[in-house]
RNA sequence: GGCCUGAUGGCAGAGUGGUGAUGCACCGGAUUGCAAAUCCGUUUACAGCGGUUCGAUUCCGCUUCAGGCCUCCA
């Protein structure tokens, strides 16, 4: 099967060949570990996880490397540290636990290598050493080492931008200590209250762009294959990031493919935590969304599209979800998901697409396909009958249902039908489902079932 | 100001140079005492204006609108 991904750097789909079939590398930018991760953190989490599924399917599941850093060095850390009185560490430590708990909720497999910042500071030392001798990067007075932008000439190929268009300093004073206006950061110096470490440019804290070049040296090697994260990232970060990296190690090529996934909106407006249409993975699981639900809606949209977070495709997924699964109960997945299926991520993880075969596969009565399909994207894994409301009925409670059916079934049988629909009105009340066949009633549990209400009965 | 992306039926959302996905909603039908579920079927689209072409929703140009980036951001 011919694999397909669209790469940021040359604008186009393009086929993927891995550097080595033993061992598939793939990286993507994670979180920055001061808050709960909202639902925007969960999409590129999502995306990449469906990602690295179906490379593990394709290329052998020990033969990728997936990479996923956690950012905890970061001004914002430092920022709700001194007004918290907390401790970095515990912020971090925290917020990651956090993280890894709402992802496993969303499905999400843990990446092979998740590493933090803090621990490859040795590295990034290493590297802006690596970077100053060869004269890409300077130290100016202050204690600041910087990248010299145009010393790389192929600077903002990803971006796809030109160095003399950029309207630098239009919005944002230049700081004095840069040569160049493109010139960014890469070693700062730290006060007494902020974190630091010792360096050869005395105490101070990593630039942001430094930990991922240094992570992925370290982790991946000097070449590899696909490098992820949202769109938002692609400038500066990513383009930082090759410039840093391919100067510091010119014989690699740095990363082969670039895939980013596009930003997400609240109900038609920007998420902005400022405008308060903002909220977290774990909000959506306290207002009752079922993670795999979250999952399906953000498989909905294809990656690159801006996705539109609503109540309508929450609900529309749920019952999808609901549909699929009493069709595939009692089904046994069959070995491997459906051809179709797989085509359709082949062609740049066009998710949609993938859903539409599952509706081909639901409606062609090919369950089993059904089942291992929609679990090779991550859904309808847990067991099937878990998934169902899990409330018990006292043995009280039955028999006064099953008295009442009774009693239903003996007015249908003299064809007194004002009294079966009285008694069918008065237990839908509760929030039971009544279904007739030929020759007896069956009855469940719907989603709004209240258990306060049988006392009615 | 610079750069970039997008505009598909009531809604969501793929895709394609010529047989107009898919889901939800709607409508019609089957089934049902009723209801639910299920099944069958119908209808509705490619922002506007030009160009290329035998033929464009699909390629090119312009216009309009929307969004993003250029500052921390997934």
Same mark, same amino acid.
């Given at each position: 099967m011919e694999i397909k991904f669209f790469d940021t750097k040359e604008k186009k789909k393009t086929v993927f060949k891995p550097i080595d079939l033993k061992e598939i590398k793939l990286y993507v930018c994670g979180p920055t570990v001061y808050d709960r991760a909202h639902i925007g953190n969960a999409r590129p989490a999502v995306v990449f996880d469906v990602l690295f599924r179906f490379l593990r399917y394709n290329f052998g599941k020990n033969c990728v490397t997936y990479v996923r850093n956690f950012t905890d060095i970061d001004d914002k850390i430092n920022k709700q540290s001194m007004d918290t009185g907390r401790s970095i560490k515990s912020i971090t430590d925290e917020t990651i636990k956090w993280y890894k708990q709402d992802m496993l909720q969303l499905n999400v497999l843990e990446p092979s290598k998740s590493p933090r910042a803090t621990e490859f500071v040795g590295a990034m030392i290493k590297q802006i050493s690596i970077l100053i001798n060869n004269k890409n990067a300077y130290q100016d007075d202050t204690g600041h080492v910087l990248f010299s !932008? /145009?010393?790389? %000439? =192929? +600077?903002?190929l990803l971006s796809h931008r030109k160095l003399d268009e950029m309207n630098f300093g239009s919005r944002v004073a230049v700081s *004095?200590?840069? /040569? =160049? %206006?493109l010139d960014f950061i890469l070693w700062k110096p730290s006060d007494e209250k902020t974190p630091g470490w010792d360096s050869p440019w005395g105490r101070g804290r990593p630039g942001w762009h430094i930990e991922c070049s240094a992570m992925i040296h370290e982790l991946l090697g000097e070449s590899f294959d696909i490098h992820g994260g949202?769109? *938002? $990232?692609?400038?500066p970060h990513h383009e930082n990031e090759i410039a840093q990296s391919c100067c510091s190690y010119p014989k690699g090529g740095f990363a082969n493919i670039w895939m980013h996934n596009g930003f997400l909106q609240i109900e038609g407006e920007k998420m902005a935590k400022s405008s308060g249409n903002f909220f977290t993975v774990q909000d959506l699981i306290q207002m009752g969304v079922n993670g795999e639900v979250i999952r399906m809606v953000l498989m $909905? !949209?294809? +990656? /690159?599209q801006p996705l539109d977070w609503t109540r309508q495709r929450v609900s529309d997924a749920s019952k999808v979800l609901n549909k699929w699964r009493l069709l595939c109960a009692g089904k046994r997945a069959s070995k491997s998901p459906a051809s179709s299926v797989l085509a359709a991520l082949a062609d740049d993880l066009n998710t949609p697409k993938a859903f539409a075969e599952l509706h081909e596969l639901a409606s062609a009565g090919n369950y089993s396909e059904l089942l291992s399909s929609a679990q090779f994207l991550g $859904?309808?894994?847990? =067991?099937l009958n878990e998934a169902l409301p899990t409330i018990q009925l006292s043995d009280f409670e039955t028999k006064k249902i099953k008295s009442l059916l009774r009693k239903r079934f003996e007015a249908k049988k003299v064809k007194d039908f004002v009294t079966a629909d009285q008694i069918r009105k008065k237990i839908e009340r509760v929030g039971i489902i009544l279904q007739d066949k030929s020759d007896k009633t069956e009855w469940s549990l719907s989603p709004n079932f209240n258990r306060k209400k049988m006392k009615d009965l």
């Open positions: !932008t /145009r010393s790389f %000439p =192929d +600077y903002g *004095d200590n840069k /040569r =160049d %206006p949202g769109i *938002d $990232l692609v400038f $909905l !949209t294809h +990656y /690159r $859904l309808m894994e847990q =067991d």
